[in-house]
Antibody, heavy 116, light 107 residues
Framework: EVQLVESGGGLVKPGGSLRLSCAAA????????MNWVRQAPGRGLEWVAS????????YYKDSLKGRFTISRDNAKNSLYLQMNGLRAEDTAVYYC?????????WGQGTQVTVSS | AIQLTQSPSSLSASVGDRVTITCRAS??????LAWYQQKRGKAPKLLMY???TLESGVPSRFSGSGSGTDFTLTINFLQPEDFATYYC?????????FGPGTKVEIE
């Protein structure tokens, strides 16, 4: 059974940093593009970033470039999102999802709240 | 970036109804479109991809059609468990944009 479990969310002050993790199990992790998607309270889904299986291809939402960094450790079956310079508008549930041409498995999400 | 719009933004329907949701892309995306269902407080769930290929386990009352810029998700014989928000997403280019969602509510 495929499992994606996010962690690392929490309450952080504006300007602060957080590192989200996503632990994967039940599939050949290094063969899959992995993605981060977020959802602000009461809002729709927003794609954040994607990373290919070998980390050769990395893409970000334009407005997040320079503040967010996606990475992965295939030896640990883990995906990461380093978030710096956090702003109130980054408050959201952050999901990891697997897939290149469809996001076929999703984690349960981790809440990130940016507030003073 | 390719923009996706969905219509309607919300609708009310009854159990047994047929429901149609439209997704329109700002430029042609071939058949690179997926649909997701999200229930309140839960992660999204993939319903179908490549416009009309049902994900394993998804009931056949869900169907998809379209190509290029105009796409449709149809739910036949709406069931109580189908009341949720539905999102389209394009995979033709990065960023992998989502539509704004269509909320299907009980009438």
């Amino acid at each position: 059974e495929v499992q994606l479990v996010e962690s690392g969310g929490g309450l952080v002050k504006p300007g602060g940093s957080l590192r989200l993790s996503c632990a994967a199990a039940g599939f050949t992790f290094n063969s899959y593009t992995m993605n981060w998607v977020r959802q602000a309270p009461g809002r729709g889904l927003e794609w954040v970033a994607s990373i290919s299986g070998s980390s050769s291809y990395i893409y970000y939402k334009d407005s997040l470039k320079g503040r967010f960094t996606i990475s992965r450790d295939n030896a640990k079956n883990s995906l990461y999102l380093q978030m710096n310079g956090l702003r109130a508008e980054d408050t959201a549930v952050y999901y990891c999802a697997s897939g290149t041409y469809r996001f076929d498995n999703w984690g349960q999400g981790t809440q990130v709240t940016v507030s003073s | 970036a390719i923009q996706l719009t969905q219509s309607p933004s919300s609708l009310s329907a009854s159990v047994g109804d047929r429901v149609t949701i439209t997704c329109r892309a700002s430029q042609g995306i071939s058949s690179d479109l997926a649909w997701y269902q999200q229930k309140r407080g839960k992660a999204p769930k993939l319903l179908m991809y490549d416009v009309s290929t049902l994900e394993s386990g998804v009931p056949s009352r869900f169907s998809g059609s379209g190509s290029g810029t105009d796409f449709t998700l149809t739910i036949n014989f709406l069931q109580p468990e189908d009341f949720a928000t539905y999102y389209c997403q394009q995979f033709n280019s990065n960023p992998r944009t989502f539509g704004p969602g269509t909320k299907v509510e009980i009438e």
